[in-house]
């Protein structure tokens, strides 16, 4: 039970960890990245490169590879060009007439909208639509952040919680050993309310049992050596009169008066002496 509520607040944790480090880093972006200034100052920049590019190569509208080129080198870029109201080439060079530009003024130059920047191509000046999302990258680069955050939060949270575990049972391990080895008073214990305590509360009345049982053996043998010395003691006395009586039969060589003195004197020296 301890070990799934381990791992859901280690989840909990990681995920409250996820969700704070994006929001904090999208609202960063929001705030230093995607200003109407910057997303400006940048989609000028990606144009006046593509401007460049066409102006280096001497390029013409017909010159589609050159241009699809140039878009996969620039990742986070989406190009349309537009010419006489129509939408001839965009970045996956694909042409769709969709996009309607005002009619050409009496010079017979296409009048560029207001979303389209000029470009100047071998054949003429074309309007040139240029979407950038290069936040897309730091956005990423949150997501990640904020997952290895909270994958590390999950994995230091269990790595405590296993720890504390596996000291506990380092613990226990010794107390047992100290307790096989005969110090049967040590006492095994362990605080809190799971399957790790009461694996410790079992332990430990184990221990208990064996000091009985080994207490009851000590009674035991202790009522036996006392029986045993008593019955020694009873059968010790008539003992020793009947091997005295026994030796005064068997001597023979002496008077019966002297022997029975001797045998007699022997007998109560033996008393004396038990």
Known sequence: ???????????????????????????????NYLSDEDCQQRETQYVEAFEQFVADRGLSSQDTWAM????????????????NNE????????????????????TGQDPIDPFLYP???????FGVYLYEWSETKYYNMVSVVGLTAAFAILIATILISNGRMIRKVI???????????????????????????????????MRM???????SEQEAWKANSE??????????????????????????QLPLSLSVG???????GRKHTN
Not at 209 to 215: D, G, M, R, T
Not at 229 to 246: E, K, N
């Open 1 to 31: 039970m301890k070990a799934a509520l381990t791992a859901a607040l280690a989840f909990v944790l990681g995920a409250a960890v996820y969700f704070i480090i994006v929001w904090a880093g999208n609202t960063a972006i929001e705030k």
């Open 262 to 268: 001797k045998n007699t004197q022997k007998s109560a």
């Open 227 to 252: 029986l045993l010395t008593s019955i020694s003691h009873d059968i010790r006395t008539p003992l020793t009169a009947l091997i005295g009586y026994a030796e005064i039969l068997a001597d023979d």
């Open 171 to 205: 613990r226990l391990s010794n107390d047992v050993k100290e307790v096989r080895d005969g110090n049967l008073n040590k006492e095994i214990s362990s605080k809190g309310d799971n399957e790790f305590t009461q694996l410790c509360s079992d332990v430990n009345e």
């Open 209 to 215: 049992s064996i000091i009985k049982h080994y207490e």
């Open 87 to 106: 939408l001839f080439y965009e970045t996956d060079g694909t042409v769709d007439a969709s996009y309607d530009v005002p009619d050409a003024d009496s």
């Open 68 to 83: 699809k080129t140039w878009c996969r080198s620039q990742t986070y870029v989406y190009l349309s060009i537009y010419k």
């Open 119 to 125: 470009v100047k191509f071998a054949d003429g000046t």
